[in-house]
DNA sequence: GTGGTCTAGACCACA
DNA sequence: GTGGTCTAGACCACC
């Protein structure tokens, strides 16, 4: 259910709160489902429970899930909340692309060109975490 | 001309080759002009000389400037040459984005609607390095 | 294991990874294998732990090791690999030396003899599952 | 007739060096004629006089050339005596060479194949100063 | 514990 | 003057 990718540079604490994240927004999990136990998914995951008590800690200071000693860890909030939530900086970091994109010099046409193949295509695949592309880049 | 923001988390030596990748990209330095000597960059940020020495040998071995010991740094490309290398990134990383922005729930018309607005905005070198923005990721 | 020339030409971030280069071509690390710490290797070698990194992210840009920052360094190829990303350069380098060679008078005769010399002296730890060396494929 | 690499990573003094043996082995200068001035060469090479003059000095103390005060300075030995000096570093970097090809995997046939093709075509062609190869290889 | 980054100050070769 | 290398010591995020 849960992919880490070990030689990502991206921190696995993470890639957890996305990967749940990702499975609230496609509706796998909903509101008031239980995660799995810290110690569970570090074995599953054969991971650093520590690892993973960063990760549940980070997603409640977030708001994604919401803890109660002693029982577990739950989702806090329902697939739409999280959608409005994460619109701001989705947004943002569109503007902040698509301006670079201008920069380097692809033509707009090209760009909504591409905003449609997305859009039309069916919403599937995770993808993301690139651990070590040979090139660098960065935006 | 190259600004730095100490409380970024992106590394100052990557901030410096963003600085002067825009440079070349705005057309303010062209192929084969002299950089500042990485004592006099030093001064002028008051950074250490050796966090812009690494700048220069990173966008070195990027092939964004070579370096003549004795002599001094130089840009190693023209504009659309650094253009023609980051389209593909730029491609890619928009796709991702716009992606992203699909499963949070924007509508296409809403996508659509700011690519227009950024392309026909006036091109002017605006500055990132967005500090503690919560989306960290870079490469 | 591993042997600096304080007074080599080479800096010894080149040489730590021309050392660790030669531990893989001879089967004495393998791939995914745990490469010493950076402390660690600094206090044996009697190094500082700047430059012990330093050689560690060229050899990680160089595609030769992997790190991950509150893990540890690892092996990123097999012997294989890394004979066929060398022999390129191996022999163009080859090729200018015996243009050279033969530039300064010495006889064909008496190159080949050393090339024959040179090829029927022990190799010196070549490890077994090397497969068939004259593989076109992959990097 | 000297051809300076200014991006070239081997000093300069060293290519000017590079540069007269290889006239003198071509036969284009012989023993007891004259080198151009320290400051026609800088000049025609718009090189700084200060490096002609260190190359000079260096192609001094190795004995490739002798310097009258006031005078100028002349070839000091003949092609062939040129050639016995080079030869025995040229084979040591020959064997190094050599067996790093062995090193990586390059079979017997093939190292005596690319012997055999260079000792056949016409002895021409000034190579070497390789810049800035991407690939910054050692041995 | 690990690697990543930065500062401070030094020495070197090259032009 | 330039860039290249190294040392010493520090702080950080991550596991």
Redesign the interface.
């Known amino acids: 259910m849960i992919l880490i990718d070990?030689?990502s540079?991206?921190p696995i604490y993470?890639q957890i709160q996305e990967n749940f994240e990702m499975l609230v927004?496609t509706g796998a999990l909903k509101r008031d489902e239980q995660l799995p136990g810290v110690r569970t998914l570090a074995k599953e995951l054969a991971i650093n429970p520590n690892t993973i008590a960063k990760a549940y800690q980070l997603m409640e200071v977030a708001g994604i899930i919401y803890s109660l000693p002693g029982r577990g860890s739950f989702i806090a909030l329902t697939a739409?909340e999280l959608?409005?939530r994460?619109?701001p900086?989705?947004?943002?970091?569109?503007?902040?692309?698509?301006?670079?994109?201008?920069?380097?010099?692809?033509a707009?046409t090209e760009?909504?060109a591409?905003?449609?193949r997305?859009?039309a295509s069916p919403?599937e695949g995770r993808?993301?975490n690139?651990s070590?592309?040979?090139?660098?880049?960065?935006?």
């Open positions: 070990q030689r540079r991206v993470e927004l739409d959608r409005q994460h619109r900086q989705a947004l943002q970091k569109f503007r902040e692309v698509t301006f670079h994109l201008k920069e380097v010099g692809v707009e760009a909504r591409e905003v449609s997305i859009y919403s993808d993301k690139d070590r592309s040979e090139s660098d880049e960065k935006i």
